[in-house]
């Protein structure tokens, strides 16, 4: 029976199907550009990382870039990761960041701008001979 004879019989619309699964958020631009920017300059500098680093491995909770030397968490602002401004998903964020804080991680968020002027290779390479001072005093 085509849409029409339908209403017309019964009064009803047709029920209109959703999707039955969210797709994954998009990233926006700044982020892919300053997560590019950032994943060149540790590949430049030779700095221990993984990407897209999923530290718990029960929940869909994943930070960009993770310093194995440091056990440094780093999220950069706008990332499909990074949850935005709303009740039950800023309350998910503070329980992820209480988590990792709780397993050992340092967790840093970066704005793209940061990466982009070199800030934040700058400040990881100074946080990495900080700890190689701090392990030849000891």
Do not use: C
């Not at 997560?35 to 530290?55: M, S, V």
């Not at 397993?103 to 290779?121: D, F, K, T, V």
């Amino acid at each position: 029976m085509n849409v029409d004879d339908y209403f017309w019989k019964t009064k009803k619309r047709p029920l209109k199907t959703k999707p039955r699964s969210k797709p994954l958020p998009k990233a926006k631009e700044k982020y892919l550009e300053a997560e590019e920017a950032l994943f060149q300059g540790l590949e430049e500098h030779l700095i221990g990382y993984e990407r897209k680093f999923q530290f718990e491995h029960t929940k869909n909770w994943r930070f960009d870039f993770y310093i194995v030397k440091l056990r440094l968490l780093i999220e950069i602002a706008g990332s499909p990761w990074a949850v935005g401004r709303g009740g039950k998903k800023i309350a998910n964020a503070f329980n992820k960041y209480d988590l990792a804080e709780d397993m050992g991680y340092r967790i840093e968020r970066l704005e793209p701008h940061q990466i982009e002027s070199g800030y934040a290779i700058r400040w990881i390479q100074s946080q990495l001979e900080r700890l190689e001072d701090e392990t030849k005093n000891i």
